[in-house]
C-alpha cells in the first residue's frame, strides 16, 4: 500500500542501545535528514484549509480584533441595577418619571427572582449538590476503570510485541546462523571446485607430456627398424646365427623400454 511504512527495528530484543556513540549517531541521522527535508514557508499547503466559519461569530471576531489590537477588555456595566432619579433637566417630565418607575419595577421583580432563587438553594441545593457530587464520583470511577481497562490493554499490546519481537529475534538469528553456515559451504564446495580443476588441468598436462614423449620413443624405434633392413641380409643371418644369445637379450631390452603409459 502507498504510504505504508515497514519497521524493521526490535526494540524489545535488539541489544546496544546504551553502548557509547549510538545516540549521537541516532541524533546525526536525524539531523541530516532534518537537514535535507528541512520544512518551507508552504508546508501546509497539501493539507486542506480549516473550516472556521462555525466559530466565527460577530462577538469572536470583534474579540480577536480588540486582542490583536492589544486594547482593554470593557468593565461589566453596572448601570442596570442602579436606580437613578431622573436628571434635573427633566424633573417635571411624566415620560422621564414612568422610565424611573419602570426601572424600579424591574429591579424589584429581578430582587424577587433572587429571593426565590435562594429559597429554592436553600432548600433542594444541599441535596442537590449531594447528588452533583455522587454524579461526580460515579463518572470518576467509570472514568478510572476505562483507564484501568486501557493501561491493561497496552500492558497485553507491549507484552504481545516483545514476545513476537523475542520469537522473531530467534527466528532471525536461526536463519544468520543458517545463512552463515550456507555461506560457509558454499565456499568450501567452490574452494573444492577450484582444486579440483586445477588438477584436472595438471593431469591433462601430465597427459600430454606423456603422449609426446611415447611419440618421440616411437619414432626412434622406426629408425632403427629401418636401418637393419638396409644392411647386408648374408651378413646379417650370419651374424645373427653366431650372436643369437646376444640378439635375444637385445630384444628384450627393446621390449623392456616399450612400457605402457599407465607405469611410466
Known amino acids: ?33 532534518t537537514r535535507r527535508y528541512r520544512p518551507t514557508k508552504n508546508y501546509l499547503e497539501l493539507l486542506t484549509p480549516i473550516d472556521q466559519l462555525p466559530f466565527e461569530t460577530e462577538l469572536l471576531k470583534r474579540e480577536f480584533e ?3 489590537s492589544r486594547l482593554p477588555m470593557e468593565s461589566l456595566s453596572m448601570k442596570r441595577y442602579e ?6 433637566g427633566r424633573q417635571n417630565d411624566h415620560s422621564a418619571w414612568t422610565e424611573c418607575v419602570e426601572n424600579s419595577m424591574a429591579q424589584l421583580e429581578h430582587q424577587a427572582e433572587r429571593v426565590a432563587n435562594l429559597e429554592l438553594l436553600s432548600k433542594y441545593g444541599s441535596l442537590t449538590w449531594r447528588i452533583h457530587n455522587d454524579l461526580l464520583t460515579k463518572m470518576l470511577d467509570c472514568a478510572q476503570k ?41 565456499y568450501e564446495i567452490e574452494r573444492a571446485c577450484q582444486d579440483l580443476e586445477q ?3 595438471k593431469m ?5 607430456e606423456l603422449r609426446q614423449k611415447k611419440k618421440k620413443r616411437r619414432r626412434g624405434d622406426d629408425r632403427d627398424d629401418v636401418i637393419e633392413i638396409d644392411e647386408d641380409q ?23 623400454e616399450d612400457y605402457p603409459e599407465e607405469l611410466l
Open 234 to 256: 648374408p651378413r646379417k643371418k650370419e651374424k645373427e646365427e653366431a650372436e643369437e644369445p646376444q640378439q635375444e637379450i637385445q630384444r628384450v631390452e627393446f621390449r623392456a
Open 1 to 33: 500500500m502507498a504510504g505504508e511504512v515497514f519497521i524493521d527495528a526490535l526494540p524489545y530484543y535488539d541489544q546496544g542501545y546504551d553502548e557509547p556513540g549510538i545516540k549521537e549517531a541516532a541524533y546525526a541521522l536525524i539531523e541530516e535528514e
Open 66 to 68: 480588540r486582542m490583536s
Open 204 to 208: 591433462k598436462k601430465r597427459q600430454e
Open 199 to 201: 588438477e584436472l588441468e
Open 146 to 186: 476505562q483507564l484501568q481497562a486501557l493501561r491493561k490493554q497496552i500492558q497485553e499490546i507491549n507484552w504481545n510485541r516483545k514476545n513476537d519481537q523475542m520469537e522473531a529475534g530467534k527466528t532471525l538469528k536461526v536463519l544468520q546462523e543458517s545463512w552463515v553456515k550456507l555461506v560457509t559451504k558454499n
Open 83 to 88: 436606580l437613578p432619579p431622573p436628571p434635573i
